[in-house]
């Protein structure tokens, strides 16, 4: 599976576009782009992934550049209770490996 | 629909005893993955099963740590002799099936995991 870069750590105002980029310069064809994220001593939860085209959902957008080798998750309102260690993760094989990821701290 | 369920959710033992984790996946889910996040550190994959198979161990330490997934039954990491190291927290995940391939979500559901400590 591709490495990922992450920032170690970012605020963001509550009620303000939270945007957490992620670097995977040496991702592959097949491998997906997925987010996860992990409040704190709680199991991680499931963002969003995509593979070429941008993906939204009821939680977040994820943007990926047209080469693949960088993409961005945004919450577009982020709220107190999205603080939290998000992780972005490369990969196409039978298991998840979790990188360092970014720690959001949204504050009031 | 029920989340994946694991117990204990703390667990307290002593140096030399056996711990064992419990992990009930969801509903027509078939593929469980253990992972274990010491303190202030970041989830290591440790084992992935489907039922009554070992898929991929790789993350297993090679002593004292086992896991299984009968056909009936939850999905249990069994470890042995433990020791103050092995003191963490260990999360179960289940997905209905395999996480890669093109018919995949990669999407795993994630239990609120169980917290060993090792007197």
């Not at chain 1, 960088?70 to 982020?78: D, G, K, M, R, V």
């Not at chain 1, 972005?88 to 970014?102: A, E, R, Y």
């Not at chain 2, 002593?14 to 253990?34: F, T």
Request: charged fraction near 20%.
């Amino acid at each position: 599976d591709a490495k990922t870069t992450q920032p170690t750590s970012m605020d963001c105002a509550e009620g303000r576009a939270a945007n957490l980029p992620c670097n995977h310069s040496t991702i592959s064809g097949n491998e997906y782009v997925y987010w996860y994220r992990q409040i704190h001593s709680q199991g991680p939860q499931y963002i969003i992934h995509g593979l070429k085209n941008n993906e939204t959902n009821e939680m977040a957008s994820l943007i990926i550049t047209e080469d693949r080798k960088s993409s961005t998750l945004i919450l577009p309102h982020a709220t107190l209770r999205d603080t939290a260690v998000y992780y972005c993760i490369v990969h196409n094989t039978d298991k998840l490996i979790f990188g360092t990821g970014t720690r959001l701290q949204v504050f009031p | 629909n029920a989340g994946v369920m694991q117990n204990p959710r703390h667990l307290v033992r002593r140096r030399g005893q056996e711990a064992r984790l419990r992990c009930s996946p969801m509903k027509g889910h078939s593929h469980v993955y253990w992972y274990r996040q010491l303190p202030e550190e970041g989830l290591k994959f440790m084992v992935y099963l489907q039922k009554e198979n070992i898929i991929d161990e790789s993350g297993m330490p090679k002593e004292r740590f086992s896991a299984e997934f009968p056909k009936e039954g939850p999905s249990i990491l069994r470890i042995q002799q433990v020791v103050r190291g092995d003191s963490a927290a260990y999360f179960c995940a289940s997905s209905p099936r395999s996480a890669s391939g093109p018919s995949n979500t990669g999407e795993l559901f994630f239990g609120e995991g169980s917290r060993l400590t090792v007197l």
